[in-house]
Each structure stands twice: as C-alpha cells, then as structure tokens.
C-alpha cells in the first residue's frame, strides 16, 4: 500500500517562516509534488521534484531526499493569504499520471 | 487559457437518479482525471483517461461511469448512488507527457439525498 504523512495542523506567524513536512513509503516512486487548497477551492501546483536537494520557486522551496522517502515545502515570509491546505502527493511509477496525495496539512498564520 | 472548467457547481440527487458531471480544458492536455474528495481529507483518484483512452481505474464501483469523448472533454455518468457518495468531485488534467502538474477544477459539490 501507500503511505504518505504530514502533520495535520500548524499555526505560524505573518512574516515568519514554516516548514511543512512529508514523508511517504510507496510502491515505486517517479517524483513529489506540493500543491496548495484553500478551503473550497481546487488544489493549486506549487512544485515537483524529482532529484534530491533543494528547489527554490519565490516565497516558496521544495526539498526532496529520495533515500529517506522525505519531503519538504519551505514557506518564507508568511502572509494571510497563506493560510490553507498543503497536500504532498507522489507520482508512482508503472504510471505518470498515478499521483496519491498525502493526508494534508492544515496552515493557519496568525497576524 | 489554464481553466479547467466543470459543471454543474452544485448537485443533489436522489439514489434512483442519474445525472452527468462534465469537465472541459482547452490547453491541449492529453491527460484527464476525476478525484473524489471528501471533507478535510486529500483528493483520492478514480480515473484517468490518456489520449481519450481509459488507463487508469482505481477500483471505482461501477454506479460512477466515466466517458471522455474527446481530447477536451471528461464526464463522469451517475446512477443509483449513495448517501457516502456525498462529496466534491475534482477534474484535472495535465500535459500527459510524464509526470505533470496536474491543473485542477473547481469542482462539483455532489449531494446524495
């Protein structure tokens, strides 16, 4: 089966910085995405990685280590507006577009 | 244009009824999904169609029927549902070639009365 964890909530404070945690046991792996959903809304794509280290997109950083089956989403210089649900999902292999999405974890920033 | 579009936004229906979900992109992907997801739990995925072809069927039951009749379009038929089938179904589609971002619709509120 699959397994993917993050933690469910985290509080964090405007301006601050979070990190947000994955780690997944799959059968077969191509790469990790994170996406974002704020409450009612459809899942947004922030990144894909499928080589080890570090990934720097804006306010946003992925890292990825495939040998210890972890992840994470790096958010700097928290705003309101960041303040949703992060999933992981991985893509598994015998099959690109087979993504299982990770149990999701709560963010709320606080002024 | 990056909209994944789906309709209706909100439904209720009776178990003995039947009715279509329908998605449409204009981005060219060649890859479309349906995601069932219910409240405060992650997106969990029922189908994907590759080049309008079925690939991918995760052991959905067969009262949901899905249908891609070309490369733009993505329904998903229902009939003789389910109270626990309540809940908000997500189309996606991506580029098919490997693993893409997946773009995402808003979504259909499904209601089983």
């Known amino acids: 089966g699959q397994n993917i964890d993050q933690p469910t909530e985290m509080t964090a404070t405007e301006g601050a910085i979070v990190q947000i945690n994955c780690t997944y046991q799959t059968s077969g792996f191509n790469g990790l995405f994170w996406y974002q959903q704020h409450a009612g809304e459809a899942p947004t794509f922030l990144s894909y990685?499928?080589?080890?280290g570090l990934e720097e997109k804006g306010r946003f950083s992925s890292f990825l280590s495939r040998s210890k089956g972890y992840s994470y989403l790096l958010l700097k210089e928290l705003q309101m507006k960041d303040s949703a649900s992060y999933l992981c999902a991985v893509s598994l292999s015998g099959g690109y577009q087979k993504v299982t999405f990770g149990t999701g974890t709560k963010l709320q920033v606080i002024p | 244009d990056t909209e994944v579009t789906q309709t209706p936004k909100h439904l209720v229906m009776g178990m003995t009824n039947k009715k279509s979900l329908k998605c449409e992109q204009h981005?060219?992907?060649?890859?479309m999904y349906w995601y069932k997801q219910k409240a405060k739990k992650p997106p969990e995925l029922m189908f994907v169609y590759s080049y309008e072809k079925l690939s991918i069927n995760e052991s959905v039951p067969s009262r949901f029927s899905p249908e891609c009749p070309n490369s733009s379009l993505l329904n998903l038929h229902l009939h003789a549902l389910q109270p626990e089938d309540s809940a908000l179904y997500l189309c996606a589609s991506s580029r098919g070639q490997g693993a893409d971002e997946q773009y995402f619709g808003p979504g259909t509120r499904l209601t089983v009365t």
């Open positions: 981005m060219g992907h060649r890859a």
């Open positions: 990685n499928v080589l080890d």
